[in-house]
């Protein structure tokens, strides 16, 4: 298994540019979920998904838009690029969501984006 | 969301055993305990989880206080790898992972 991979690693985008972060996953997992971490801090929830066609929002979701049509991949999407959305981006997999709290997470290797 | 609290920073010597607290005095019947890690310029990894009895894996030995009010992350030989942010985590049923700042692990040669 791949487990959760992310693209790109790196990317540079103009303010007010659109860019679209890929997570996919191979391992069936019906949650998935994106993050952004600041320099020093830990991770704060954009979005995330209870499977294909569900989504909903964590605590930072200004700015950001996801959608889920397939179990496998879950894409954020940054519709006006802005400063303040410089951070390292994760996403992460876990097994079904309606489970107990005993389900861990798989993260991705993370895409660090700088907005100029 | 319940919350944890954790010291920000610890340094412990190569080879020694490391003691890494967590408080969570508002914790509910229901919520697990998860640790994970993060070493630097890599997203976060599963360490280990509990409910109620004291747990052990590969990695590390997770000890929980009888009133389930603290716990206690223990690894038993630090390595120059171990070095790392640790999070504690509470988790219930149907409910997101929230990461706090975590503790700072920096192990000495």
């Known amino acids: 298994n791949a487990g959760v991979t992310q693209t790109p690693k790196f990317q540079v985008l103009k303010t007010g540019q659109s860019m679209t972060l890929q997570c996919a996953q191979d391992?069936?997992?019906?949650?998935m979920s994106w993050y952004r971490q600041d320099p020093g801090m830990g991770l704060r929830l954009i979005h995330y998904?209870?499977?294909?066609?569900?989504?909903d929002q964590g605590e930072v979701p200004n700015g950001y838009n996801v959608s889920r049509s397939t179990t496998e991949d879950f894409p954020l999407r940054l519709l006006s690029a802005a400063p303040s959305q410089t951070s390292v981006y994760f996403c992460?997999?876990?097994?079904?969501?309606?489970?107990?709290?005993?389900?861990?997470?798989?993260f991705g290797p993370g895409t660090r984006l700088t907005v100029t | 969301d319940a919350k944890t609290t954790q010291p920000n920073s610890m340094e412990s010597n190569e080879e020694e055993p490391v003691h890494l607290p967590c408080n969570h005095s508002t914790i509910s019947g229901t919520d697990y305990i998860h640790w994970y890690r993060q070493l630097p310029s890599q997203g976060p990894e599963y360490v280990i989880h509990?409910?109620?009895s004291n747990v052990n894996n590969r990695m590390a030995s997770l000890a929980i206080a009888e009133d389930r009010k603290s716990s206690t992350l223990i690894l038993h030989r630090a390595t120059l790898r171990d070095a790392a942010v640790y999070y504690c985590?509470?988790?219930?049923?149907?409910?997101?992972?929230?990461f706090g700042p975590g503790t700072r692990l920096s192990v000495l040669p």
């Open positions: 985590i509470l988790r219930d049923y149907g409910q997101n992972f929230v």
């Open positions: 391992m069936n997992h019906e949650y």
């Open positions: 992460a997999s876990s097994p079904p969501w309606g489970g107990t709290g005993t389900y861990e997470q798989y």
């Open positions: 509990g409910l109620t």
């Open positions: 998904s209870v499977g294909a066609g569900i989504t």
